[in-house]
């Protein structure tokens, strides 16, 4: 035995066992803070995708440097869809309307603090740009149209009084008002076929919205979840018309529905995975007392390990939808070494003459090995999680590290003292004693020492087969549509399908993408940029993604009290006389555009920003009251702005816009803000830290693993070879199904490099320290059936933990357990089949390979 192995048998052991009462008495101490912090990150759960990066991303930085700045958009739509008309009166789109009225008093009598307004359509916008549409004509179109109206009035004049000298063939003069008529439309867009006056609501669509601009939310409890339920009361009590279905759809919406969905995921999941696991060690082990003697220590180190990540130096103060799942991931693999360990335990206590002090002592001594490189492959590969930038894998390798020292350290400092206390009964072990021969693992051992040499053939040729698969597959790897990484019902039922509706209705997104600069000179060049490579004016290969470039240039005319002048003039100029000598349509767009002063409507005036309607200026005022630093980008909805290289074209073409408007700041990437540039910073963290971290967990597992099994380099080799078939299997499954690696699935290829380590390393470790003599082969037959299912075990309760992602409603999640659960099965494959059969095939002949199996 080796020195360490000296002072762990005869220092440690005894120490854990003679203490066990006061190192149980520190750990509730410690445990009784540690939940209490567990709950509050809970508490803190964020769904928001931008929570996933860190705080030195491009798309973090804008948005922070957004909201020092101005107030932000934010929006709850309640969407409205009514049953098709049945050709006679159609009362439907009234009662929806009416329905939405009631709403829309309710909601907006809420404070300030939670709603500044409701919006039922735009009347107040088209109203006030009927008035002042002139005013947003440049000062050279005004006078164009002034002469050409003066032209024809003076020849009308001449016409009338006989004064035309000049021969009557001469053609009247003509003016063109089509770019007056067109600039006044793209202010005013044209209604579509269907749309109720100046409503939200259209018939053909058979679809209505109110749209509520959110609050600062700064008083109130609860923040945009408790405005939510505070909106669908007053919807529930405003009677929703027969047949009619109600939505919820915007930013508050979409963050509420992701972290319900989370939250009730996560409490159905962790029912389950507590339930079936109990279930299978109850199965397994056939005794209650030591199955429940697992989980008090398993939660201590659970609880410890996010209390600990809260602290400095890993600082995690909130939980993000990556590491929502992590207590039950901590809990499906942090069981692994106690049940190792109770395994050696109940297998000691069933031989005869087996007694708990000398069980506890096998246990204590003889598991270790295994199961010590197994945590610390476990924690290297979380730990290659840790090093990425990536927030979504930063907070995982902290946690599922720490949980992976805790519940190791757990296992020996804590269990060990449980069981001494509650299992001191020989009977259940005396009834329940049985020998490999009837356990179905024997029939494996049986199996591998029979065809060692198909076994190892099968295996690498299925290695060579993912192998290949591998290497020759040419589509992306990386999930880029991020709509499959939503909650899987939202296209059906939820803020998914809704915001299809209104952005249908709308006909562009409600939110732009906002741009930041430093004054009106560099906004100018940013916004003439924008136009320029990706915006309205050229064409270029982003136009069919932009519905709208505003500045406050376009929303707050310049040189009024010049332009009053012109159209005065204007005015002027278009007597009855010349009206009647133009053709219809122009008289009638003229007339509407300069009413004559004589009408009943108010001469126009100058106005400032304070006049404008609030949706005007809205992205674009800033808390000190200025509206002319921001560059506003609305995209027109597309399913491309979905897919991720769309999503980093389009925002990196916004990027280099504000490099052209900044010159001189380094990070002018983050002057631009939105949900588009937060999406397009995920897939480029994924593209970086992944592979990063997947190389990272390699060499990490593969240096533990040599360094642990120390001069038996066969062995190391052995597991690294395992692994290596593991991960290719996994890898060639996962391509060969068609899916797609995601920021949250992504966890699990280093997440198996652990695994693949850990599960060999106990099966070879059993077959090089035995429970006592035997041959090659009942040593390996040992390993098999003893370790072996201890394994099988492990990968179990593992599969429960990964297995109850399969519930969670959230895409991403749900993928992710479906990688897992691949990811065991492959390495639990390489652990009990190739790693015995190569054993078989090296080490043990032909002859003894067929000896019977003997009994223990």
């Not at 669908?232 to 319900?260: F, N």
């Not at 360094?707 to 062995?715: E, M, S």
Request: hydrophobic residues 50%; positive net charge.
């Amino acid at each position: 035995m080796s020195f360490f192995g000296r002072i762990w048998s005869e220092k440690i052991l005894p120490f854990v066992l003679a203490r066990g009462p006061l190192l149980w008495a520190i750990a509730l101490l410690l445990a009784l803070p540690a939940a209490l912090r567990t709950g509050s990150l809970y508490a803190h759960l964020k769904a928001d995708v931008a929570a996933l990066l860190p705080a030195n991303a491009p798309s973090v930085q804008a948005k922070k440097a957004l909201f020092a700045r101005a107030t932000g958009l934010t929006y709850l739509g309640v969407v409205v869809e009514v049953p098709p008309a049945n050709g006679q009166a159609d009362p439907a789109m009234g009662d929806a309307l009416a329905f939405l009225d009631r709403v829309a008093e309710k909601v907006g009598a809420f404070p300030a603090d939670e709603v500044t307004r409701v919006r039922r359509g735009t009347d107040e916008e088209q109203a006030f740009l009927e008035k002042n549409a002139p005013l947003y004509l440049d000062v050279d179109e005004l006078i164009q149209l002034r002469d050409a109206i003066a032209e024809q009035r003076d020849y009308a004049v001449r016409k009338s009084t006989g004064a035309d000298l000049s021969d009557d063939s001469e053609a009247p003069p003509t003016f063109d008002t089509s770019k007056i008529e067109a600039k006044y439309k793209s202010r005013i867009p044209p209604k579509k076929p269907g749309t109720i006056g100046t409503r939200f609501a259209n018939s053909e669509q058979r679809t209505a919205l109110i749209l509520i601009e959110v609050g600062p939310l700064r008083s109130t409890k609860g923040g945009r979840a408790s405005l939510f339920r505070q909106v669908k009361e007053a919807v529930v009590g405003s009677r929703l018309p027969p047949g009619a279905r109600v939505g919820y759809t915007g930013d508050v919406a979409i963050e509420v529905e992701e972290t319900e969905a989370l939250l009730a995921d996560l409490s159905l999941s962790t029912l389950v995975v507590l339930a079936l696991v109990t279930l299978v060690l109850r199965l397994y082990f056939k005794v209650w007392k030591p199955v429940i003697a697992l989980f008090p220590p398993l939660l201590v180190a659970t609880v410890l390990a996010f209390a600990v990540a809260s602290l400095p130096p890993f600082g995690v103060t909130e939980l993000n939808s990556n590491t929502a799942f992590l207590g039950s991931i901590v809990i499906g693999n942090g069981i692994n070494f106690a049940i190792l360990f109770l395994a050696r335990y109940v297998e000691v206590r069933r031989r005869p003459g087996g007694d708990q002090e000398a069980a506890l002592r096998e246990a204590f001594v003889a598991t270790p090995a295994g199961t010590g490189t197994a945590a610390a492959a476990a924690g290297i590969a979380y730990a290659a999680l840790a090093v990425t930038d990536f927030q979504g894998f930063r907070q995982f390798g902290f946690i599922g590290g720490l949980g992976m020292l805790f519940s190791w350290l757990s296992a020996y400092f804590l269990l060990p003292s449980l069981l001494r206390r509650f299992d001191g009964d020989d009977a259940p072990y005396r009834r329940r004693a049985t020998g490999i021969a009837f356990s179905p693992f024997a029939a494996l051992a049986q199996l591998v020492l029979r065809a060692p040499r198909a076994l190892v053939a099968l295996g690498f040729a299925a290695t060579l087969a993912a192998g290949f698969s591998v290497a020759h597959h040419r589509d992306g790897a990386i999930e880029a549509n991020f709509s499959k990484l939503r909650r899987r019902d939202t296209w059906q039922v939820g803020e998914g399908y809704w915001g299809r509706r209104m952005d249908a209705l709308l006909g562009r997104y409600l939110t732009p993408v906002a741009i930041l600069a430093d004054d009106v000179a560099s906004r100018n060049r940013i916004a003439a940029a924008v136009r320029a490579s990706g915006g309205l004016a050229t064409g270029g290969a982003s136009t069919p993604l932009v519905a709208e470039v505003r500045t406050s240039e376009d929303v707050l005319p310049s040189k009024q009290t010049e332009k009053i002048v012109v159209i005065e003039e204007i005015k002027d100029s278009l007597t009855p006389k010349v009206l009647a000598s133009l053709p219809e349509d122009k008289r009638i767009f003229l007339h509407k555009f300069f009413p004559s002063n004589d009408d009943a409507a108010a001469p126009l005036r100058p106005f400032g920003a304070d006049a404008l309607p609030t949706t005007f200026v809205a992205g674009l005022r800033e808390h000190d009251g200025r509206i002319d630093r921001t560059v506003l980008v609305y995209p027109i909805p597309s399913q491309a702005l979905w897919r991720g290289p769309t999503i980093a074209a389009f925002v990196g073409s916004l990027r280099n816009a504000a490099a052209v408007g900044l010159p001189e700041d380094p990070h002018s990437a983050a002057r631009v803000a939105g949900s588009l540039p937060v999406s397009a910073d995920i897939l480029a963290a994924l593209q970086k830290d992944g592979p990063r971290a997947t190389l990272l967990a390699f060499l990490g597992v593969s240096v533990v693993t040599i360094f642990l099994f120390g001069r038996r380099g066969r062995v190391a080799g052995l597991v690294l070879g395992v692994l290596l078939f593991s991960v290719l299997q996994l890898a060639g499954l996962v391509l060969g199904l068609g899916m797609k690696v995601n920021f949250a699935n992504f966890i699990a290829f280093p997440i198996t490099f652990g695994i693949g380590v850990d599960y060999p390393a106990n099966v070879l470790a059993r077959w090089v320290t035995p429970a006592g003599p035997a041959t090659a082969r009942g040593r390996l037959e040992e390993a098999i059936v003893h370790a072996g299912s201890a394994v099988a075990l492990c990968s179990a309760t593992t599969i429960i933990g990964y297995g109850s992602l399969l519930l969670a409603q959230n895409q991403a999640l749900f993928l992710f357990g479906v990688i897992a659960v691949l990811g065991e099965i492959c390495c639990l494959m390489g652990a009990l089949l190739f790693a015995p059969a190569v054993v078989a095939w090296a080490t043990i002949g032909a002859t003894d390979r067929q000896q019977p199996a003997r009994e223990s």
